[in-house]
């Protein structure tokens, strides 16, 4: 007996040695990803296990609002993914909390992208205090721009598109007057909603702006109390008029399901979305009506006495400062910034490069987001550069128009704490 | 009967088998507790949990006490959140459990099928009742619009989780909903074990159906009225699923609450410190009530645990 249990014992070692050195032969990555195109991202990491022998990836999820707040909470305790899938203006921060590790030496020695780490756009958002230190790279780009029905603007007498805030407003007043919804856009005043990007394009394009630069290394508010008023007001009007979508004060996302229903079953004359959602919007609308025109047109934001101007936005990708895996994870990053993987797995988005960006052409029915990107598109710039966190000034934004939008302060009073809590953090 | 000699002897091992339980305690509840008073004294930033933070005495609770951003969170808490929601609860709980306890459903056979249905809410997840919720007070296409407005009770659809006059009632429902079930068990638990002589005698008496159920049922049901009480004010207090799933402390602060505060100001706001702070002012309250409850309250009716 007593041989009997040495013998298993031995075997048991054996069989753990062999497998354990099976195993070992293995890089196991972890891959975060947080958008909702799964099943192409999946497809293209095991396309990268059958190029990469001896790597594994696994992909795990996170509500993309949550990505930072997740790996800033892991990079302090040693853990997280070795890959994570982020927005253009959090790298700063996590690279600061020690979270991302720096890239540069990476990059020098293996390169990254089709023509290298400078032909990547927005690449100042990737950088460390020091603005050498690289946290991230950028990965795919993205901006938003204007949806408008055809049919309901014949039917209401809108004669062209608008072009300026004013006329948006105009449009959406005789969108209502023969039934149908207006501008649509969520209101909801959580921290993590729309109304920060409507408020940003309407400011930007009237030639202010929440934070710049002050020419001498610093950082001031680029906007008055009144300019903020006048912009929470204009908002408000949609919402006391009702010329919105009802309930926009309880909706946080643009892709939130009731407006994205409401474009599509042509009820709502327009809603401003990113590139991704409008291409949904249009496939949506495609599947329910195969044998019918688009009855959509696309255009660039509406503008004050300015141009119209949108955020570039868009997702990076960094390396856990954690990993155990820097040169495999690097692999990694290198083959998620390929052209294979923009042209065949990740196809609803636009790759973060110039170029592999002229390789990739907007459909017909994009043009105005199209015109948006080219012509006026800008980046957070100040904003992620300065010492203010955006997603402060975000959730602050959030709350002051929300305060105004339910008569719980007036626009001024609202206005004033938004510039006092930001001159704060300035 | 033990004696004392004999407890006094068996001290050492009554002290070794607590020591795992006092070591999860120290580790899990008084080290974090102590943390968080530590670092709510600091500056403590989201982005600099690796450095750690600076030492600045009061500054954060300074700050907190002479916000009225903070004066409206801790007003939704403390009175929103906690006594009109917990006074809802007990008050529909001990409706539910004398309707479930009643003859009337006897008679039509429905006792057992009502006590099943009433676990329903119960056994759904916050995440599903928040959800579901949401779709069913949304204004386009949620059911309880469309059978208002199909009822002609409303002209236009009510936007319930945004407009400042629905979006507490709102929220209190969905609570309530989710949670009514455990405290109106709890009573019925309680209204089955009132001996049926004593509602029979005050009957015989000329006591009305009034007069019992405030001379006989209440006074019956008064220690599970207070466990309840006290139970339901700590779980609704330290709540953050259901205000944040369903409005996110929105529109504007109009139903942020002290929960949702210490996650907007940790992990949108990134200031470790101050979360902390308000963190402390939370425990403090509850601490403070529990103490204030159970000393005028709970010792009057539980003299013998006291």
Redesign the interface.
């Known amino acids: 007996m007593p041989m009997t249990i040495r013998g298993l014992a031995l075997a048991a070692m054996a069989t753990t040695c062999f497998y354990g050195s099976v195993a070992a032969a293995d890089t196991e990555l972890t891959f975060r990803y947080a958008y909702d195109n799964v099943d192409e991202i999946q497809a293209g990491l095991d396309r990268f296990e059958e190029l990469n022998p001896g790597i594994t990836v696994t992909m795990e999820r996170v509500a993309f609002k949550d990505a930072r707040d997740q790996l800033i909470r892991e990079g302090a305790a040693g853990a997280g993914p070795d890959v994570a899938h982020l927005a253009f203006v959090w790298i700063k921060d996590l690279g600061t909390a020690g979270a991302c590790m720096p890239l540069n030496e990476l990059i020098e020695e293996h390169g990254i992208g089709e023509n290298g780490f400078q032909d990547f756009i927005a690449t100042d958002l990737v950088l460390g205090d020091d603005e050498e230190t690289i946290y991230g790279v950028p990965f795919a780009t993205d901006t938003w721009g204007m949806i408008y029905n055809t049919e309901i603007m014949k039917e209401a007498g809108i004669e062209k598109v608008p072009e300026t805030w004013e006329e948006l407003l105009e449009a959406s007043r005789k969108a209502k007057a023969i039934g149908k919804i207006g501008f649509g856009f969520a209101a909801g005043t959580s921290a993590a909603n729309t109304i920060w990007f409507l408020a940003n394009f309407n400011w930007w394009s009237d030639g202010g702006t929440l934070v710049e630069s002050d020419g001498a290394g610093g950082y001031r508010l680029g906007i008055s109390a009144d300019q903020v008023a006048s912009v929470i007001d204009y908002y408000k009007t949609y919402l006391d008029e009702d010329l919105t979508v009802p309930g926009a004060l309880a909706m946080d996302a643009w892709n939130d399901p009731t407006i994205l229903e409401q474009m599509i079953a042509g009820d709502m004359f327009a809603t401003s979305v990113p590139v991704f959602t409008a291409v949904q919007i249009f496939d949506q609308w495609r599947e329910r009506n195969p044998e019918k025109e688009l009855p959509f047109t696309t255009a660039m934001t509406p503008h004050g006495s300015g141009k119209p101007t949108t955020h570039l936005g868009g997702q990076s990708l960094c390396v856990n400062a954690n990993t155990d895996y820097p040169e495999e994870s690097w692999k990694l990053m290198q083959w998620l910034n390929s052209w294979e993987f923009f042209e065949n797995y990740n196809t609803g988005y636009y790759p973060a490069q110039q170029a592999l960006l002229v390789k990739k052409p907007f459909p017909a029915e994009m043009t105005g987001f199209q015109k948006q990107f080219s012509e006026g598109a800008r980046s957070w710039g100040p904003y992620a550069r300065g010492p203010a966190a955006i997603g402060a000034m975000w959730n602050q934004t959030s709350r002051s128009f929300g305060a105004a939008f339910i008569g719980e302060k007036t626009s001024k009073e609202a206005a004033d704490e938004l510039l006092a809590f930001v001159q704060g953090l300035l | 009967m033990p004696t004392a000699r004999g407890i006094r002897g068996e001290r050492p091992f009554i002290v070794f088998m607590l020591v795992p339980a006092f070591f999860f305690l120290l580790m899990f509840y008084v080290y974090p507790t102590l943390f968080n008073l530590e670092v709510s004294f600091t500056d403590l930033s989201?982005?600099?949990?690796?450095q750690g933070g600076e030492w600045i005495g009061i500054a954060n609770y300074v700050e907190l006490v002479t916000s009225d951003d903070f004066h409206r969170v801790v007003f939704n808490t403390v009175v929103w959140l906690t006594v009109v929601g917990v006074a809802v609860r007990i008050v529909l709980g001990l409706g539910l459990a004398l309707l479930l306890d009643s003859k009337v459903l006897d008679k039509y056979r429905l006792k057992t099928i009502s006590r099943v249905l009433l676990l329903v809410p119960w056994a759904t997840p916050p995440i599903v009742a928040i959800v579901s919720w949401?779709w069913l007070l949304?204004?386009?296409?949620g059911d309880i619009n469309k059978l208002l407005l199909g009822l002609g009770i409303v002209e236009?659809?009510i936007?319930?989780?945004?407009?400042?006059a629905w979006v507490w009632p709102a929220l209190i429902t969905i609570i309530t909903w989710n949670t009514l079930p455990l405290v109106a068990l709890s009573f019925l638990a309680a209204l089955q074990s009132l001996p049926s002589e004593l509602l029979e005698a005050a009957e015989i008496d000329g006591a009305g159906r009034w007069q019992r159920l405030r001379y006989v049922i209440i006074p019956h049901l008064k220690p599970a009225i207070i466990v309840m009480t006290l139970m339901s004010t700590f779980w609704t207090f330290n709540n953050f699923v259901y205000v944040w799933l369903t409005?996110?402390?929105?529109?504007?602060?109009?139903t942020n609450v002290m929960a949702t505060e210490v996650y907007?100001k940790a992990?949108?706001?990134?200031r470790m410190g101050y979360s902390s702070a308000v963190g402390v002012v939370m425990a403090t309250l509850m601490v403070a009530f529990g103490m204030v409850y159970l000393r005028f309250i709970a010792q009057r009716e539980f003299k013998e645990v006291f």
């Open positions: 989201l982005f600099g949990l690796k949401r949304n204004p386009q296409l236009q659809p936007a319930f989780l945004s407009e400042a409005t996110a402390g929105g529109p504007g602060l109009y907007i992990f949108i706001d990134g």
